[in-house]
């Protein structure tokens, strides 16, 4: 039995499926999870010391791809002053300000410890700023675990979102309403269902959570003026795309502007850390200024704001990183595209920029209906050829691809000739 065996066999008796994330569990893909020892650069290594070609990255945090020298040398040096103050620190200041100054729709943020913090907290910020209880998401789309985003559609246009995991009361979820992603008719059928109550509509500009789903041409313009017309706060949830699309995310990459913006992930530079910014006069209203009250005692932890400094500041002051995420995609996602077209592959694949996702089903995919008709079997068997080939990807079909500054050409390549040999394996 390996490392990963044995330490999986005691973790399931003390932590509930042995993982302090479901997703980590391996469960949609049958595996004992893959216990991870240490990573450097674009490389992980397991407990039984494996060597993996990663394309998880933490789920996003990993851009410069993992213990990068500029974030470890911060990081280290942040230690020894103390770990935590409970205080204000100059940390935070830097922080808000290289934000600030690197997306231009937000004036103010407020640091927190976790994307699901964030969105939580963006939410009651525009609920008290407009008055009004209704939030719109889309399906498909995940924002943290927050009882009011864990929703499902309900029968019809005018009925609430029902809970989709037990634990959430109905009246947690009876103002979110669901809309269908891609498909901005169904946007506009809620704002005439419940025109003047709608407080936020909340968005991934990229959809990453059913795997990954470009917008299409129009819909994030479409979706800013409806909530500007309707005086309903536009929030892009970026706790994938923060500063991974550009050094804007993808306000910056669509040229659309949000009025709220959650983040996550490569903020903290792989701490744990969230924000939520946008609009001075909505931000104003979050305590101590405004009585919209949120609070946390490792919010803007100094050695958290020294990771994501280093981090933000990295890429901030390298912004050729940026064009070499979308030319490596290029290489990979569209690599794997021209195979798949090429050799009449029931496949598609979805890419914007560094993420990625391989969808094995023959139609495109747009929505969270047309995601969930993929053969998640097949990728199932994806999935276990390729960490068997040393190559590791999420382990759901609904995830993405995430590519780092770390990923080289030939590590590209080799990707390719292993997803080619398994595609081409009948
Ligand atoms: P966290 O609370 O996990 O930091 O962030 C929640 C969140 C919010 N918004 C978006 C767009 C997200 O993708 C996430 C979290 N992403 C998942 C990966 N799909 C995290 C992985 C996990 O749950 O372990």
Redesign the pocket.
Same mark, same amino acid.
């Given at each position: 039995m390996g490392r990963s065996e044995q330490l999986f066999e005691e973790a399931v008796n003390l932590i509930p499926g042995g993982v302090n !994330?479901?997703?980590?569990a391996f469960g949609s893909v049958g595996l004992t999870p893959r216990f991870i020892a240490s990573a450097e650069g674009a490389y992980m290594t397991d407990a039984d010391g494996k060597r993996y070609l990663d394309y998880v990255g933490s789920? #996003?945090p990993m851009i410069l791809g993992h213990a990068h020298p500029a974030v470890l040398e911060k990081v280290e040096e942040a230690c020894r002053k103390g770990l935590s103050f409970g205080a204000a620190t100059e940390a935070e200041v830097d922080m808000a300000r290289l934000i600030c100054g690197m997306v231009p729709s937000v004036e103010m943020i407020r640091m927190v410890n !976790? *994307?699901?913090?964030?969105?939580m907290s963006a939410v009651r910020a525009a609920r008290g700023y407009t008055g009004k209880n209704k939030i719109i998401k889309f399906e498909g789309?995940?924002? *943290?675990?927050s009882d009011a985003m864990l929703v499902k559609a309900g029968s019809g246009v005018m009925t609430a979102g029902v809970p989709d995991s037990s634990g959430v009361p109905k009246g947690c979820t009876e103002d979110t309403l669901l809309a269908v992603y891609n498909d901005l008719d169904s946007v506009k059928g809620l704002f005439e269902a419940w025109d003047g109550q709608i407080a936020a509509l909340i968005v991934?500009p990229v959809g990453?959570?059913m795997g990954v789903v470009p917008p299409a041409a129009g819909f994030l313009e479409g979706l800013r003026e409806l909530c500007t017309a309707h005086g309903t706060v536009l929030i892009f949830?970026?706790?994938?795309?923060g500063f991974r699309l550009a050094r804007g995310g993808a306000q910056e990459y669509y040229g659309v502007q949000a009025d709220l913006t959650?983040y *996550?992930?490569i903020i903290g530079g792989g701490m744990?850390v #969230?924000a939520y910014g946008g609009r001075r006069e909505i931000m104003e209203v979050v305590s101590p200024v405004g009585n919209v009250y949120q609070a946390g005692t490792l919010s803007g932890n100094p050695v958290a704001m020294a990771a994501g400094l280093a981090q933000l500041t990295y890429l901030n002051e390298h912004p050729e990183i940026y064009t070499e995420l979308e030319r490596k995609g290029k290489v990979l996602y569209g690599g794997m595209e021209k195979f798949c077209r090429e050799n009449g592959l029931p496949c598609q694949v979805n890419h914007v920029s560094s993420l990625g996702c391989l969808f094995f089903t023959p139609d495109p995919v747009t929505d969270y209906a047309s995601a969930k008709k993929s053969d998640t079997e097949a990728f199932k068997n994806y999935f276990r050829y390729m960490l068997d080939s040393g190559i590791y990807i999420?382990p759901s079909q609904f995830?993405?691809m995430f590519l780092s500054a770390a990923h080289t050409d030939e590590e590209l390549q080799f990707t390719l000739e292993k997803i080619a040999q398994r595609l081409l394996t009948k």
């Open positions: !994330s479901p997703v980590r789920w #996003g !976790s *994307g699901t913090e964030a969105v789309c995940y924002h *943290g675990h991934e990453a959570n949830d970026e706790v994938i795309t959650t *996550g992930k744990p #969230g999420a995830e993405a």
